[in-house]
């Protein structure tokens, strides 16, 4: 018996008999599993492969989200570095070793 068998099943026997909970809970469960399937085979994630796939996405995500700070650090670096490098030459030609260089 399918999942979509399984949950006609349940919704028969609601109709017939009454809704009691365990019949309700029965029904919301077979409806999750059957909409869940539903949206995997929607994506393309329905097939033995899929698990796989998605390790590989994450390990991808992951060397994204590495490679951005490591983006970030270098540039505040730089800018750090630039800044210290443009404060120690203004310091140098307010204390006159400008006429060092001529």
Not at 41 to 62: F, V
């Amino acid at each position: 018996m399918n999942q979509k068998d399984m949950l006609a099943g349940l919704l028969a026997q609601a109709a017939t008999e009454g809704s009691e909970l365990v019949t309700l809970r029965a029904i919301v469960e077979e409806a999750s599993e059957v909409g869940a399937r539903r949206m995997l085979a929607r994506i393309g994630l329905d097939d033995a492969t899929a698990p796989d796939d998605i390790c590989e996405l994450r390990e991808l995500l992951q060397a994204w989200r590495d490679a951005k700070a490591s983006a970030r650090t270098a540039a505040i670096g730089w800018i750090v570095r630039a800044t210290l490098a443009l404060l120690l030459l203004g310091l140098a030609v307010r204390l006159g070793a400008g006429g060092l260089l001529r």
